[in-house]
């Protein structure tokens, strides 16, 4: 497997990517009446206060700050943690589609749609072209 050659910006990019995935996490554990009217803000409506609802809301925050702890701890050591970074790159990469499908088929606003689309585009993009991208102490570049 191929070095990464641009490690520090690697590391800086799942830094920046592990806080806005904590960050919606937290957004998810707000108090309800928050979460609704956010929602209804985005022209989403009105949720139902229904336990399922608030069950999987909950669930899906503590989640996102698990997940955004992880990606912090493995921008530690992107050398060392390689696997779980390509790893990282590929579930970003098929979230990008995968969520665009998702948001479509329950009927969200287009704009929702493509936000989602690229902004996991993105968060899967920008590592994978820092590892592509030859650094300037690169002796193949």
Known sequence: MKTFTRVHSIARALRVLAVFIAING???LLPWAWI???LAWCGLGHQPDAVVLHYLLRGDGFFLLAFGL???VTASDVVRYQPIVFTIIAIFLVGGPVSYLIDAIVGLPRWW?????TICLLAGGIPLALYFWPSSNDPVA
């Not at 749609?113 to 689309?117: P, S, V």
Request: with cysteine; net charge negative.
């Open 70 to 72: 992880l990606i912090w």
């Open 36 to 38: 609704d009217s956010g």
């Open 26 to 28: 937290v957004s998810v």
């Open 113 to 117: 749609c493509i936000l989602d689309f």
